[in-house]
């Protein structure tokens, strides 16, 4: 059996690894053992598995709270994403907004559901229609939501615009999108997912395509409509250097699963499980005498979610398996201090 590393520290409670961690107050949103599994199909029409993208994940969200899912691509956190906005039907589980599961909803009542949630995607460039004026594109979203007064319309456009701090509006509104920078461009991404007046906002990747000088405007403006709306925030993203300045809690998937949870600076400071302790060695070193220092990252690649490994999906690449347990059974969340829960036998 490998020897445990020394920062890491026994737990004192487990839980169910199918158990919502820890929201503050009551939650405006609540994940219960969701799960989302695609169809592989051979030659069209014999059912030959399923690719397993989210796997039994439950959390909720406080109104007001800004939460990150982080991890590498392929994780599932994308996945997740489009099935709380209700772009895609889940497998199993429950998403209640307002005291209702949103995947029983029909048609109208997912349409209601999706006027609460604002989407700001990661490429602003490809998610603008390049054929509409910003007008037009701002202007959408209310025509299809029964908006019929055209004034009105026009006054949510021009405070949607001021809010991501497009001023002069009038120099704007009747551009398109390649007649402006990538900052700008997703900034009117950002205020056509305010322009509902959401009650949720999920940024997936904001800031990743953007300069390294536009990153900490975007996120400085997603963080003043947040306390000034007292939106609920889903921040997904791979980079770890920028959670810490945005979200209140975060999140770690791995292959479809949450492994590690607990507040921002309780992880960053205590990161427990051994893949989100390689995910920090895997953070750009602003230091320049570390630039030829290598780093300690584990060995081969993500599972396959066609096929994924029994036990703990990690164990394959975890230089700390345990023999005999960590190949056969699942985890379950162990707590190592307040909020902070760990799905790792390392922990037991």
């Not at 048609?107 to 390049?130: C, F, K, N, W």
């Not at 398109?176 to 305010?194: D, T």
Request: aromatic residues 8%; contains cysteine.
């Amino acid at each position: 059996m490998s020897v445990t590393p020394e920062p890491l520290i026994q737990s004192t409670i487990s839980t169910s690894p199918t158990e919502a961690p820890f929201c503050p107050v009551m939650p405006v949103l609540s994940i219960q053992d969701l799960h989302v599994w695609f169809e592989l199909r051979q030659w069209g029409f014999f059912l030959a598995g399923y690719v397993r993208a989210v796997d039994d994940i439950s959390f909720d969200l406080a109104e007001g709270e800004a939460i990150a899912i982080v991890g590498e691509s392929g994780c599932g956190k994308t996945t997740l994403m489009r099935t709380i906005l209700g772009l895609v039907r889940p497998t199993k589980g429950k998403i209640l907004f307002a005291n209702k599961n949103i995947c029983e909803l029909g048609t109208i009542g997912l349409r209601e559901y999706r006027s609460h949630m604002g989407y700001v995607q990661q490429d602003p460039y490809g998610a603008l229609p390049p054929f509409l004026s910003v007008r037009r594109i701002l202007e959408e979203p209310l025509i299809i939501n029964g908006v019929d007064d055209r004034g009105e319309r026009e006054r949510r456009i021009r405070k949607a615009l001021e809010e991501v701090k497009m001023a002069p509006v009038e120099d704007f509104l009747t551009k398109f999108p390649h007649m402006l920078s990538g900052g700008q461009q997703q900034r009117v991404v950002i205020a056509r997912a305010m322009i509902l007046g959401p009650k949720i906002l999920v940024a997936d990747e904001p800031v990743s395509m953007l300069d390294a000088s536009v990153r900490v405007e975007i996120l400085k403006l997603l963080e003043g409509l947040r306390r000034t709306h007292n939106l609920a925030v889903i921040y997904v993203t791979h980079d770890l250097s920028t959670v810490r300045y945005f979200s209140e809690r975060i999140f770690v998937m791995y292959a479809g699963k949450i492994i590690e949870q607990a507040r921002v600076n309780d992880l960053i400071r205590h990161h427990q499980h051994p893949y989100t302790r390689a995910l920090f060695e895997a953070t750009p070193d602003p230091d320049a005498h570390n630039a030829t220092v290598l780093k300690d990252v584990p060995p081969g690649e993500p599972p396959s979610l066609v096929k994924p490994p029994p036990g703990c999906r990690f164990h394959p690449r975890c230089a700390w398996k345990i023999d005999g347990l960590c190949e056969v059974e699942e985890p379950p969340y162990f707590e190592m201090r307040p909020q902070h829960l760990v799905a790792c036998w390392l922990y037991r």
